[in-house]
């Protein structure tokens, strides 16, 4: 059975970090193209960022928005992709859910930008 | 950038009813190298995250009841629900993964 299980969310101040992390099991990882994806609280669906597999070099794309603030990355030898949240604002918000392709879906962990 | 416009905003309908949802694109979705359209739809419950339903435009997901059809080429899309349950009150959205990835802004189906 898929699983991915996101963790790191919380309550944070406008401009400081936060790094997401999921946990995968269930289907094989290395080869698997990674993405984050958020759903703000006003249920819109955002595709934030993916990263391919080793054989086509781990190549990341990013929603142009967040690109210089936000970074995806993996690591194969524990099944397990992250997303670092830079300099970070009201806007962003929301549930962040990480998915292997488009197939499967974490159950999301929420963050939330407030002073 | 591709855009999704996705239609109704809501929709009220009773038990055993068939419902259509409609996903158009600003750019065509079909790839000449395979012939496939790269649509999807999803279903997300209260509390859930979404689920995929639908892929390349057409094909149910494994598991996902034969009253979900997918239909549509090119730019227009529509999921159909046939005999509509009660377990369907839902949002859907659609998404193209033809060039990166854009949701529609759903559509959520209500009990009337």
């Known amino acids: 059975e898929v699983q991915l299980v996101e963790t790191g969310g919380g309550l944070v101040q406008p401009g400081n970090s936060l790094k997401l992390s999921c946990a995968t099991s269930?289907?094989?990882?290395?080869?698997?193209?990674m993405n984050w994806i958020r759903q703000t609280p006003g249920k819109r669906l955002e595709w934030l960022a993916q990263?391919?597999?080793?054989?086509?070099?781990?190549?990341?794309s990013y929603l142009e928005s967040v690109k210089g603030r936000f970074t995806i990355s993996r690591d194969d030898s524990k099944s397990s992709v992250y997303l670092q949240m830079n300099n970070l604002k009201e806007e962003d918000t929301a549930i962040y859910y990480c998915?292997?392709?488009?197939?499967?879906w974490g159950q999301g962990t929420l963050v939330t930008v407030s002073s | 950038d591709i855009v999704m416009t996705q239609s109704p905003f809501s929709l009220a309908v009773s038990e055993g009813e068939m419902v259509t949802i409609n996903c158009k694109s600003s750019?065509?979705?079909?790839?000449?190298?395979?012939?496939?359209?790269?649509l999807a739809w999803y279903q997300q419950k209260p509390g859930q995250s979404p689920k995929l339903l639908i892929y390349?435009?057409?094909t149910r997901q494994s598991g996902v009841p034969d009253r979900f059809i997918g239909s549509g080429s090119g730019t227009d899309f529509t999921l159909t629900i046939s005999d509509v349950q009660a377990e369907d009150l839902a949002d859907y959205y659609c998404?193209?993964?033809?060039?990166?990835?854009?949701f529609g802004a759903g559509t959520k189906l209500e009990l009337k």
């Open positions: 998915g292997v392709t488009i197939a499967y």
């Open positions: 269930g289907f094989t990882f290395s080869t698997a193209w």
């Open positions: 990263i391919e597999d080793k054989s086509n070099n781990y190549f990341i």
């Open positions: 750019q065509s979705l079909l790839s000449s190298g395979n012939q496939k359209n790269y």
């Open positions: 390349y435009a057409s």
């Open positions: 998404l193209q993964h033809y060039s990166s990835y854009t």
